[in-house]
């Protein structure tokens, strides 16, 4: 099973910016899918982005253009969140499948604690 943890949440006004990181220990497979998700307070968890072990993304069509995942190194998935508004707010979670995305995904496998994003208006 992959560790993952992710880093780089805050606070942040409305229309700022912030870079999440997650670091998947253990990752070492050729093929896999590596997704970001959130969930905030009375609201159902959400998938954001993903990332393929080819380099594809997917995107929530709501997000695409203002957040964008991509790789940090071997082993880190970092999601750049440009232009945050505070309906962002949320915890942030990043996941991972031992697989291909091969497509866009809404659940994968295994799953990091999170890291709590704020945006104030």
């Known amino acids: 099973q992959v560790q993952l943890v992710e880093s780089g949440g805050g606070s942040v006004q409305a229309g700022g910016s912030l870079t999440l990181s997650c670091t998947a220990f253990g990752a070492t497979y050729s093929y896999h899918c590596t997704g970001w998700f959130r969930q905030a307070p009375g609201r159902e968890r959400e998938a954001v982005a993903n990332?393929?072990?080819?380099?594809?993304n997917y995107y929530t069509d709501s997000l695409k253009g203002r957040f964008t995942i991509y790789n940090d190194g071997m082993y880190t998935i970092n999601l750049q969140m440009n232009s945050l508004k505070p309906e962002d707010s949320a915890m942030y979670y990043c996941a991972f499948r031992r697989f291909r995305c091969g497509g866009y995904q809404t659940d994968l496998d295994d799953w990091g604690r999170g890291t709590q994003v704020t945006v104030s208006s």
């Open positions: 990332l393929d072990s080819d380099g594809r």
